[in-house]
């Protein structure tokens, strides 16, 4: 960590400041400029107040040198990490097709959804039982009976299965789930996010719709320092002006994560754009820029015209995407 | 509710949405316009998932009329809710000056700096001990132990005392603490939001970095539907691009809040800006535009020479910047 | 358009609006409802200013039908539209792959760059002449020399050339270039967006920082109210909250574009990630989502051990990164 | 300025970087630490291109110490800058209440409100004649004849007029204006910026909609780099996701300018927030703070029951504003 002082800090000042931190352990190389002083801290500074450091008068700014992060670090875990589940790998090369409806309304419905997204490439079952919703009146999900339905979807395709976790009191339900999803809205749900550390279980973590990559990589150490280092990250659109769309899809993400991190990247184009006509564009665009996996949200509702053109696709439609994807994948190979 | 269709969507296609729309007990008033239809839904349109109702490709766009949010709406409760709390009252025209450090750290600190804001005017007390912090290395809280020392101060001053609230199986531990907070990342935390409403304690409900105002008063709306109305509405920036600042105090929110919800609203400059040279000059602006109350760091180390200039006050500084907040409020009469 | 009034308008409010609105010669049609008042106005509404209506107190808010624009508007003109420009072709199937130096530097320079790309497949050269700087103290570019060497690089390779104008005193020296480029801080600069409308230029028009998708449709329909319809519409990544890229690439643009305009729609990886190794990723992903064209940054100082992993890619990488793209294409044919 | 390194940097990338640097007449010290080497540049590095800098593969971040801005700098300037014109001074404890329409109509118009304006304590006029507009179907302002409308409105009130230029080429219509106002969407027009700073007259500088604090004082660096050092800053919103106002009135950077610059700061209020009930509450909190001045839009239609409740005051409102601006300034001495 390196702290640039201001060309008025005082000589007592800097002194105080140099015994505070030493008293933290950490040594401090002091190099004076002709305008600036700057101080190189070194020893375990992923304790240091960044916020702290940066608010005081003499300092004009505090810039982590190593990153905060360290499980998920690549640096020290130069190897693609493959999450295996159910016979399904994510990462290294392996490549994740994650598909369903939003949320699990029958048997009928999750198991026909199930065996159509099977049919045509999908790996992985998605489907909500638990669901935040901004107003306390919308519908919540079937909660466990959306978790055994699912099971029973599984059971009938081979398919593992990925649902989302809002409450950790609700942890026992998920004893048989495959992957744990942290929505959007929980990513900085920390004591969340620390009991899920002591589980096995893979973890699919969603990036905040305001959280910077760094954030998500910090909310991913939570997890990883308690024990689990089986996370998956999702890049799913983040908050910007702009709103045509319902949230900025952030592909850059993906290449940005790669760099820094060893764990696997899937990309969630359904709930980021919020219209089915995005919603390809955008999966050819994620498996075009590299990422580990895509989750697609995937309806089966023939005889309702309601349907066509939600943000869910058709059987069909998804059955079309994926050819796609696969093909794509083996141009950037 | 009102739902604009496209000027190509056909005959059938609007009789599905229209008998979709009936089977949720809706009345459904069609006006077919040269270039436009639009569709007046009129009855209970607050479990109408507006996401889905978007999402459909016949559909241009869907604007609710009456807010969905109805606990929190000034149109049902016009008069301003005051919110009365170990003798403190806030809100119509009651002013909630909360002051103290930002962690507990020590008996004789958090006396110290309660006995010093009290005398200087504060007349609630403020104090973390469970810390969300972004990473799993930094410190914390005293936790559990830190609410106990809050309570040593509130009897030695008198002054009721506010604390934060992380995760619901913690509840216990604040049955004592006179305001529960909820911080900005736990904004969304819908099965939290849900807990606070059953219990009979004033909840300051933080707006989260990116969160609108009406999500803001949706997040409020959940705990009031579970019978708790006294919720404390807390700006305390939102995140922009501007770097300058640790984020942007949206201080127009105030006057938006005022307007749309009955419950207080206070401000939290001392986060939103992590400057101390800008705390002051955003707590006249908080007052000058109506809030009611404000939020304040203050530490006591008086021996510190690092604390100066940090995003907390000293008590000298506090008891300057309340005596002008006082002489701001009485030329807003 | 349509305007919804509060239900607490009055009936001699609604009837000053109706009279107001008709004495622009609109037709008013009124949907009174139970909870809301509708009115729908028909006729030419491109006049009327959104703003001071959605400002006035009854009213709760607007909303176009129809587009504002008009000439860009894909509905009023279904086919792609083609621009050609020195015998290449851009839209409706035809891709522009436009590369070339940040800056002309100097004769050899840009012809060495010229000759290179249109070896490894580029078909327009790009180079900076006038270059808009933040600070008044940063080199602006060779400005009109800029441009003759441009000249000769074109006439050495038979590319076309594009490149930025940023005062409309500089348009004489255009007249030999065959694409002129508005930068993204002038996509708002309408007087200069009007005079570029009365030339028969292709015009690059890039997307501003804080633009949305509207807005740039709006510039687009200034240069072609005018009589110019040959845009070339550009996405260059938006400004957010993150700080991992130096903007934010927003693809979701390309197909939200392409619904919505028959103008072709080119990607610039390059300026949005401001990082060599993430052009590649990007330049991929746009190619996949359907963008017409992508510009890209590609220097030649192979004995500058510096300018390895700047924003600029070497000829080589410029090479590699063409070929995956054209497979790209191919794929999602 | 600072440059970070990797740690993974060679020996002769380094040298290849230092030999860069000292090309250009830097001094470069080299602070070899454990984890990092920091290269601190010391001379003239207002000319170093810190993207490019930033974007080198060795790089890990470049940090400015010395801001890019010198003449607007309160490290060269410590007093405030006071703008003084047509008898009305502003900064350094002076207060421009600046008011008038959004638009110039009639002379009739124009002048009625000058006059109700002057009558409640406004100092300075403000009119539009030339109208950015998103739109070219819009109406574009009464250019030069609004101009001419505007000085008689002074003739009759003494009250000195400031109006937007958007063209340089119409400069020589503002020949007899007090105060030349540039738009947000031209704060980045450099080349008009750089005219303007060959002109004596004050210029008033808008913040642009997605333009960080520092991006404002460089341009206004551009105007007094040309020799014109009559700068007033203007904070008017910035582009955020919230919608429930027209932009996020950014009131901190009025504290954050008036640290960095001794130029004036002023806060308009009506543009901002779009909305009449917002104007008078953020004109109290841009008092409270300690702006230089506000700027309000008034009309004067008091037989159209349209405009009440519109972004413009009523005369009479702005009296009641004026009056409470005046006692919150009393207020904060």
Redesign the interface.
Known sequence: M?A?LK?DATP??VE??VS?LKNMNLDV?I?Q????T?L?L?GDT??V?M??L?????V??V?R??E?FKQANRKFHPLDTVVEVGGVKIGGGHFAMIAGPCSVESEDQIIEVAQAVKASGANILRGGAFK????????QGMKGEGIQLLMKAREATGLPIVTEI????TLDLFADVDIIQVGA??M?????L?ELGKTNKPILLKR???N????LL?SA??IM??GNDRVILCERG?????????N?????????LH?LTHLPVVVDPSH???????VA??A???????ADGIMIEVHNNPS???C????SLTPVQFDALNK?VQ??R???L
Request: proline content about 4%.
């Open positions: 390196i640039i060309h007592s000042q105080h400041l505070w190389h190099s400029g002709a305008e600036v700057v190189g070194v992923s304790r107040d916020d702290l940066k608010s005081l008068d003499m004009d700014s810039k040198v190593s905060p935040p919703r901004t107003s306390p009146y919308a519908f809002m409450n950790i009191s809205r929980n900085q749900n920390f004591d969340l620390k905040g719709l305001a910077t990559i760094q954030e910090m150490e939570y320092s308690e983040i908050r910007t002006f702009e709103t045509a769309t319902r900025t899809l952030d592909l850059s993400a993906v290449t940005v760099n980021a754009t919020g219209k089915a006509n995005l564009p955008m050819y665009a994620a498996a075009a820029c590299g309702c015209a309601l066509d053109g939600a943000q796609k093909k794509i083996e141009a950037i």
